[in-house]
């Protein structure tokens, strides 16, 4: 059974530019959670896609923006990088809303 | 406003004793609670988990017990190994809404051979 994937590992940008990041789901889960964790931080929820349709969303602006695809994969997007964005994205998936949650490694996002 | 607290960044704790890591929380609301586990340059590793209905839940080495009333709960690991440092973190949901999940800032736990 593979476990959840994401990439790209190591990501560097600079302001204004634009990133999507992707995650593979595990094997039979139809929810995607995506966190930030920025240094020293906790991680802080971002949003949640369950079966291709947004199922919340915590206080992030609409620049970041997601998408769940039909394989349940999904990718995150960010537009108009700040370099309050640097940090580590990580995804996470679950059999069902309200099952637990597993985590990919993580992508970390520097921007300069 | 952080809804879930891990006051002590730090714990060192040596090999074969108890580690005892503590998490504390404000919304009254919160009926599902974690701790998961991170290495250097990995996502979090779930650990346990506890519903609100219990105030304990073995698995192994690791034990979680929850105080509704202080709105607290811990993670006692036992006896503690090498291995098992890292940083740790407890997260809480609730069961309406969104299931996302609230984490604390997590505590580094050393375990000295």
């Known amino acids: 059974e593979t476990g959840v994937t994401q990439s790209p590992t190591h990501l560097i940008k600079t302001r204004g530019q634009q990133v999507t990041l992707r995650c593979s789901s595990q094997s039979g889960h139809n929810t995607v959670s995506w966190y930030q964790q920025a240094l020293g931080q906790g991680p802080q929820f971002i949003f949640q896609y369950y079966r291709e349709e947004e199922n919340g969303r915590g206080n992030f602006p609409p620049r970041f923006s997601g998408l769940q695809f039909p394989n349940y994969s999904s990718e995150l997007n960010v537009n108009a990088l700040e370099l309050d964005d640097s940090a580590l994205y990580l995804c996470a998936s679950s059999a069902s809303q309200m099952e637990t949650q597993y985590f990919g490694p993580g992508t970390r996002l520097l921007v300069l | 406003d952080q809804q879930v607290k891990q006051n002590s960044p730090s714990l060192s704790v040596q090999e074969g004793r108890i580690s005892i890591l503590n998490c504390d929380y404000t919304?009254?609301?919160?009926?599902?609670f974690l701790w998961y586990k991170k290495y250097p340059a990995e996502g979090p590793t779930f650990l346990i988990s506890i519903s609100s209905i219990k105030d304990k839940n073995e698995d192994g080495r690791f034990t979680v017990f929850l105080n509704k009333s202080a709105k607290h709960l811990s993670l006692h690991i036992v006896p503690s190994q090498p291995g098992d440092s890292a940083v740790y973190f407890c997260?809480?949901?609730?069961?309406?809404?969104?299931?996302?999940?609230?984490f604390g800032t997590g505590t580094r736990l050393k375990v000295l051979a």
């Open positions: 997260a809480a949901s609730y069961t309406s809404g969104t299931y996302k999940y609230i």
């Open positions: 919304n009254s609301m919160f009926d599902y």
